[in-house]
């Protein structure tokens, strides 16, 4: 029977790594109660880039980690993280297709799109709402860097917070300052200072956006 609640697979987890609270908070860029929120409560979950980055660091499978399915060694009956040929990257939002784990990338388009980018760094997450449409629509899914953590140029980046994970743009304006907007202008955007951008909880870059089209 496997471990029925986060709180129980998170732990179970960390025993078996060896590593800490702290570890987990500061390897996946989260803050301390985020971690501490993942541990304390039978109804808690875990998903996204924060499910891909735990699951990476705690060695263990993101669906296991997620839900409690499955085997819960990362790599007992999974799929080669690459090739010499391709790479398989996992879909970081598991709650949007039960079906859909992953897809193989040429390592070429990676080294062209994701050029520096270690292809085990490298997630997938899904747009869940209009904030950022016309440039993304519900259903867009995003390829992106989670080893960039902090802000390098302008573009579309996620972001974590206590009350989740968003997907904005971060501009710089010419007087220092930068705005973190949604190209939807029903959203308003905010203006900060870049002592305050450094406080931002980045967790990923975005390499390439593939838009869902009906057929």
């Not at 500061?26 to 924060?50: A, D, L, M, R």
């Not at 062209?112 to 980018?117: L, P, S």
Request: overall charge positive; some cysteine.
């Amino acid at each position: 029977m496997y471990p029925s609640t986060l709180q129980d697979r998170i732990k179970l987890a960390l025993d078996k790594s060896g590593l800490t609270k702290t570890d987990l908070w500061k390897g996946c860029g989260v803050s301390s109660g985020t971690v501490t929120t993942w541990v304390k409560g039978p109804n808690q979950t875990i998903s996204g880039v924060n499910l891909m980055n735990a699951a990476k660091l705690l060695g263990v499978n993101p669906d296991w980690l997620a839900t409690g399915r499955g085997d819960m060694s990362s790599t007992k009956g999974s799929v080669s993280m690459f090739d010499d040929e391709s790479t398989y990257i996992e879909i970081s939002n598991q709650s949007r297709s039960k079906s859909i784990k992953g897809i193989k990338l040429s390592l070429t388009w990676i080294r062209e799109k994701a050029a520096g980018a270690n292809p085990n760094q490298l997630n997938i997450v899904f747009m869940d709402d209009d904030s950022m449409s016309p440039t993304l629509t519900q259903g867009d899914f995003i390829i992106i860097n989670s080893n960039i953590r902090k802000f390098s140029k302008d573009g579309i980046y996620i972001i974590n917070s206590n009350a989740g994970s968003f997907i904005k743009r971060i501009q710089k304006l010419l007087d220092g300052t930068y705005l973190i907007k949604s190209d939807n202008p029903s959203y308003e955007p905010q203006s900060i200072k870049a002592l305050d951008l450094s406080k931002i909880n980045i967790a990923g870059k975005a390499v390439s956006i593939w838009a869902e089209k009906s057929v």
